[in-house]
């Protein structure tokens, strides 16, 4: 079975449209993606639609979403990437689904802050540099699957409660169904009956290579409350971050299926491992792997240069690779957190892994592991690229390798820096030059990125009350 049209349906609107009517669509869905790599889409039937609607493009009230327009200036257009037209499994009516860019409808250019656009442009950008012609990207998206998640914000009430078919809190339940739980921390690779998500991931799975994502293998994650990973095969960065917007579709969409809830929060729950979004990356160029070599781990020197690159600017990378708040609850000690900002070969608290699992030349690649799933991908792939470029570019020395246990060995390494999303905004305002190479992201971007997050995000969240602080603090 596959959800994706033929290429020769794909190659044109008349063709596309063509291809879905002889084959039962009745109408289409146009999506796009907001700052925070939120999905927003709108349906047309197919029958009022023809290849004129294509060519003008789609207009949508840009004031109406996060980080776009304002309202005097809202208007804006959508023209399909035909590339990536899927028939959606989701919908009750046979429904076309595509990804847009968004362009001005004025000058009919693209639109400065599309996040899509930025993916665009980067790859654009790599391609002028002569240093490489490709960018993969391999991202390891994990996420929890709850059975129940309820919550309540107001002046005078600020709380939350999660449970889960696995968790072990329920290990008093008189249902028969919780018997084998896994204990906080020890839900890596269980058999069933410990691992209660086999099938819901399956069935995430034979969604996802329909709708034609290449899967390479599932699992239940160290998380004992349902947390899962599913590992994509690696694509070129465009790609990839197309299908990591629609792999996340996926999942919560069967995850609801199924009566659960699906999250990719990086830490929803205290005491057990958070999710992140480890990002494996080389550069290639005429077909050959350019991160292969003789140096530390069998490294080219450009290989290194990019890990310097990245290190360097890894305060300004976090706030598109790890850009909420909850993202630095995550990035604490002791939970297999990648909080230090060094490379390694196999040590997983580093900020940078290099896989040994192979030595395979067009195998060799990075693994950087702060990133986590609540990025959006159009913006965190190309900041890591940028920074990795510069680092090439400028011959940024990463250091020396860091193989012990940090922790045993006492060993004081720079880390993730204190005071979560509103020191690395201010990092970020610091230290963007990088980013502006090839007019990537533009001065436009960061501002209004950075304003947004203070403003809707950093700052609600550092008003408000905590919940454990009454603990702490109601009889002083």
């Known amino acids: 079975m596959s959800f994706v049209p033929p290429a020769d349906a794909r190659k044109s609107p008349k063709a596309l449209l063509e291809w879905a009517r002889a084959n039962g669509v009745e109408e289409v869905d146009i999506r796009f993606t907001d700052l925070k790599a939120v999905i927003h889409h709108f349906t047309s039937p ?28 809202s208007d804006l257009i959508l023209k399909a990437d035909l590339n990536t037209a899927v028939i959606d ?33 980067a790859e654009a950008y790599l391609k002028t540099t002569g240093l490489a012609d490709t960018v993969y990207f391999g991202p390891e998206a994990e996420f929890f699957i709850f059975s129940n998640v309820s919550y309540e914000i107001g002046p005078n009430v600020s709380r939350y409660f999660i449970d889960s078919h696995e968790g072990f809190w329920n290990s008093g339940s008189n249902d028969a169904s919780m018997v084998y739980l896994n204990r906080i921390k020890e ?29 390479e293998v599932h699992h239940h994650e160290v998380g004992g409350g349902g947390q899962a990973e599913i590992d994509m095969r690696f694509d070129t960065m465009l790609k990839m971050a197309d299908q990591v917007q629609l792999y996340k579709h996926i999942v919560k969409n069967v995850a609801a299926r199924n009566g659960l809830l699906a999250t990719f929060m990086p830490k929803p729950l205290f005491a057990d491992n958070g999710s992140g979004m480890h990002c494996h990356q080389s550069l290639w160029k005429d077909g050959k792997p350019l991160f292969y070599g003789d140096k530390y781990a069998s490294l080219s020197e450009m290989a290194l240069y990019y890990i310097g690159g990245i290190l360097k600017h890894a305060y300004a990378i976090m706030a598109f690779t790890n850009p909420t708040t909850n993202s630095y609850r995550r990035l604490v000690p002791g939970y297999e957190a990648p909080v ?12 940078i892994r290099i896989p040994m699992y ?20 159009y913006y965190a792939f190309p900041a890591m690229l940028l920074a990795g470029l510069d680092g090439i570019k400028n011959k940024i020395d990463p250091g020396e390798a860091m193989d012990m246990n940090l922790y ?24 963007h030059e990088f980013l502006l190479e090839g007019g ?17 995000e950093a700052d609600p ?14 009889d002083i």
């Open 408 to 431: 045993e060995a006492g060993i004081k390494t720079k880390t993730v820096p204190e005071g979560g999303l509103h020191t690395i905004l201010s990092e970020l305002e610091k230290d």
């Open 461 to 474: 969240v550092a008003m408000r009350p905590h919940p454990y602080e009454f603990q702490l603090y109601l």
């Open 440 to 456: 990537v992201f533009t001065q436009d971007i960061i501002e209004s990125y950075i304003e947004y997050k203070r403003k809707e």
């Open 89 to 121: 499994p989701f919908f009750a009516k046979k429904t076309l689904s595509f990804f847009c860019d968004v362009y001005d409808p004025i000058t009919h250019e693209p639109y400065g802050r599309d996040p899509r656009g930025v993916t665009k442009r």
């Open 187 to 215: 839900g890596y690779f269980p058999l069933p009956p410990l691992d209660k998500t086999h099938d819901i991931r399956a069935q995430m799975v034979e969604v996802m290579e329909a709708m034609g994502i290449k899967i």
């Open 358 to 377: 192979h030595n395979n030349p067009k195998s060799k690649r990075i693994e950087v592991r702060f990133p986590d799933p609540t990025a959006n991908p």
């Open 46 to 73: 197919i029958g009022i639609l023809d290849e004129g609607s294509f060519e003008d493009g789609f207009g949508f009230d840009g004031s109406s979403v996060r980080g776009f327009q304002a309202i005097n200036e």
């Open 340 to 351: 230090n900002l060094v490379y390694s070969n196999r040590n997983r608290s580093a900020a």
